[in-house]
């Protein structure tokens, strides 16, 4: 529009809320993550082993099932060992989900050059982050820790309130430990698709930094006679944490501590990597 002619003016709509502006981008996000029928199958595939799960608990609950096949109420038993398996099997889920859906989340901006124009309005880095990892978490959630509050409250109404009473901190459990999964799958996915443009090569990766972690913490407790090289081997950490959460053993031989800052700096490496490719110029040598 010729700028001597007059005829523009100011933009005289509704302005969308400060906080809320990053939701704009998993709006879009959403709405082309299923378009593929082998992520939407396998995203259903996600849910076999929790209702495997829903029917033990009421096989747990059955009088009359377990009289027929004289098989001990004692023996099928709904505890912390019981969530802390769901919790390794939907996470392991997730974290082939994360292989999926992680690679296209910052890439295709950061090919076609479009973070210039996220950063040329009122959006900053924070809230570019936050948006993209929300689509991650969303999903995430669904297939980690919000079926297993949902079996949670269906042993609950099954076993009573004293069952319930007693057992609170399986449900703490849940929440904490498949928010610090799904955090640390969310950065790794991004860190590994704003650094790898090309899908598949950070879907490789995204697996790979488990595989490769767990080869090399191995290679190092051989040769250095240690335990310490499994702080590398990002699936016995979590492994670690969630056995202390679900009040379970741990049979990875790492420290709690060690644990929580193995996660710690893996996640403060993965912003580190964020912050040095999300940004609205890049520099090329």
Same mark, same amino acid.
């Given at each position: 529009?010729?700028?001597?002619?007059?005829?523009?003016?100011?933009?005289?709509?509704?302005?969308?809320?400060?906080?809320?502006?990053?939701?704009? $981008?998993?709006?879009? /996000?959403?709405?082309?993550?299923? +378009?593929?029928?082998?992520?939407?199958?396998?995203?259903?595939?996600?849910?076999?082993?929790?209702?495997?799960?829903?029917?033990?608990?009421?096989?747990?609950?059955?009088?009359?099932?377990?009289?027929?096949f004289n098989v001990s109420p004692n023996l099928l038993k709904i505890d912390g060992t019981f969530f802390l398996t769901f919790c390794s099997f939907q996470g392991a889920m997730g974290y082939l989900m994360t292989a999926f859906v992680g690679p296209s989340l910052v890439s295709?901006?950061?090919?076609?050059?479009?973070?210039?124009?996220?950063?040329?309005?009122?959006?900053?880095?924070?809230?570019?982050?936050?948006?993209?990892?929300?689509?991650?978490?969303?999903?995430?959630?669904?297939?980690?820790?919000?079926?297993?509050?949902?079996?949670?409250?269906? +042993?609950? /109404? $099954?076993?009573?309130?004293?069952?319930?009473?007693?057992?609170?901190?399986?449900?703490?459990?849940?929440?904490?430990?498949?928010?610090?999964?799904?955090?640390?799958?969310?950065?790794?996915?991004?860190?590994?698709?704003?650094?790898?443009?090309?899908?598949?090569?950070?879907?490789?990766?995204?697996?790979?930094?488990?595989?490769?972690?767990?080869?090399?913490?191995?290679?190092?407790?051989?040769?250095?006679?240690?335990?310490?090289?499994?702080?590398?081997?990002? /699936?016995?950490?979590?492994?670690?944490?969630?056995?202390?959460?679900?009040?379970?053993?741990?049979?990875?031989?790492?420290? $709690?501590?060690?644990?929580?800052?193995?996660?710690?700096?893996?996640?403060?490496?993965?912003?580190?990597?964020?912050?040095?490719?999300?940004?609205?110029?890049?520099?090329?040598?």
């Amino acid at each position: 529009m010729a700028v001597y002619k007059r005829t523009y003016k100011g933009y005289s709509g509704g302005l969308t809320p400060a906080w809320s502006r990053f939701l704009i $981008l998993p709006r879009y /996000s959403f709405a082309r993550l299923f +378009q593929s029928k082998f992520l939407l199958l396998f995203f259903l595939a996600c849910y076999i082993y929790p209702l495997g799960c829903l029917g033990y608990i009421y096989l747990a609950h059955n009088l009359s099932f377990l009289k027929a096949f004289n098989v001990s109420p004692n023996l099928l038993k709904i505890d912390g060992t019981f969530f802390l398996t769901f919790c390794s099997f939907q996470g392991a889920m997730g974290y082939l989900m994360t292989a999926f859906v992680g690679p296209s989340l910052v890439s295709p901006d950061l090919t076609n050059n479009a973070l210039p124009l996220y950063f040329c309005r009122p959006f900053s880095r924070a809230e570019y982050v936050i948006g993209r990892m929300s689509v991650l978490v969303y999903v995430l959630s669904l297939i980690t820790w919000v079926p297993g509050l949902i079996l949670f409250a269906i +042993q609950w /109404s $099954l076993a009573g309130w004293t069952w319930a009473k007693d057992n609170w901190w399986i449900a703490g459990g849940l929440l904490v430990g498949s928010a610090i999964w799904i955090v640390l799958l969310s950065l790794i996915a991004m860190a590994m698709s704003a650094w790898v443009k090309w899908k598949v090569a950070a879907g490789t990766l995204i697996i790979g930094i488990f595989i490769a972690g767990a080869g090399f913490g191995a290679a190092i407790n051989s040769v250095m006679r240690t335990r310490y090289g499994s702080l590398i081997n990002l /699936s016995e950490v979590i492994a670690t944490v969630w056995a202390k959460l679900f009040r379970v053993n741990p049979t990875t031989g790492i420290d $709690l501590f060690d644990a929580w800052m193995s996660l710690a700096a893996a996640c403060v490496i993965c912003l580190w990597l964020l912050t040095r490719k999300v940004r609205a110029f890049e520099v090329v040598k």
